[in-house]
């Protein structure tokens, strides 16, 4: 069945990087892409962007470009999410989800999702 | 403060039926289609309705889905104890070039 398992929780400072990945498991994994939700304690989640994972072109919503990156390690079925020089409006769980049918918005599965912790 | 607005809370006893509403604009629900999403707070949001009214395998047919011009509607039917969630709209919006959340509907069975 498909899965997307992300990485465990993350702790760090403010200005220091953070990655966080995402491993997907039960289909072909450059047959869909991922985007990159995240959501802040108490509130509504909130798109980050999308990766296409057969060419690996990154698409960021307007107010995550900069320090936000995604990249992809295609041989082991993994998109990953880097975010720099953490703020810590940054803390926030962020979750990796599969689009289905190229339609955005369509999200039919998720990762458990990844808490990003943000103190000095 | 999002593009598409959806009520914050929403309330009803069991069996009972609750609708929320999704009220957007031409350059998103007027033009593209609505996804509602289920979130039980501390999990992962789950995929209810698809392509404006299409249940996914495994949804009851207690939650359906409708569009109508600018606006969207979740309805549950047969309210259950475990629909108490927050409950989200998803759509694209053509201005923003983004995938815009509705604020959430917290829905509680009372």
């Known amino acids: 069945q498909v899965q997307l398992v992300q990485s465990g929780s993350e702790l760090r400072k403010p200005g220091a990087s953070v990655r966080v990945s995402c491993k997907s498991s039960g289909y072909i994994f450059a047959d869909f892409a991922l985007n990159w939700v995240r959501q802040a304690p108490g509130q509504g989640p909130e798109w980050v962007g999308w990766i296409n994972t057969n060419s690996g072109k990154p698409t960021y919503a307007q107010a995550f470009t900069g320090r936000f990156v995604f990249s992809l390690d295609k041989s082991a079925s993994t998109a990953y999410l880097q975010i720099d020089s953490l703020k810590a409006e940054d803390a926030a769980i962020y979750y990796c989800?599969?689009?289905?049918?190229?339609?955005?918005?369509?999200?039919?599965?998720w990762g458990q999702g990844t808490l990003v912790a943000v103190s000095a | 403060q999002s593009v598409v607005t959806q009520p914050p809370s929403a309330s009803g006893t069991p069996g009972q039926r609750v609708t929320i509403s999704c009220s957007g604009s031409s350059s998103n629900i007027g033009s593209n289609y609505v996804y509602w999403y289920q979130q039980v707070p501390g999990t992962a949001p789950k995929l209810l309705i698809f392509?404006?009214?299409q249940r996914p395998s495994g949804v009851p047919d207690r939650f359906s889905g409708s569009k109508s011009g600018t606006s969207a509607s979740l309805a549950i039917s047969g309210l259950r104890a475990e629909d108490e969630a927050d409950y989200y709209c998803v759509v694209w919006d053509d201005s923003l070039n983004i995938v815009v959340f509705g604020g959430g509907t917290k829905v509680t069975v009372l």
């Open positions: 989800a599969r689009v289905r049918g190229g339609n955005p918005g369509y999200f039919d599965s």
């Open positions: 392509l404006n009214h």
